[in-house]
């Protein structure tokens, strides 16, 4: 979703997750609980930055 002042929103099962940093000083849910482990890197989160990429642009950020 495309929230205002330029912040990303993910809505899983009700609940609305920051996608980036604007949003999440906006006080949405931080993205974590539901952010995928990278299954080759211990340690690092999937890459979701095409996921970010396509909201800006389809909120016209």
Do not use: E, H
């Not at 609305?16 to 539901?34: C, E, R, V």
């Not at 890197?41 to 909120?59: M, N, P, Q, Y």
């Amino acid at each position: 979703m495309c929230a205002g002042s330029n912040q990303l929103v993910f809505r899983v099962d009700g609940t609305d997750y920051a996608l980036n940093g604007l949003a999440k000083s906006g006080g949405y849910q931080i993205i974590d609980p539901i952010w995928l482990d990278d299954p080759d890197v211990a340690g690092l989160k999937i890459d979701i930055s095409g996921l970010t990429d396509f909201g800006l642009t389809a909120c016209g950020y």
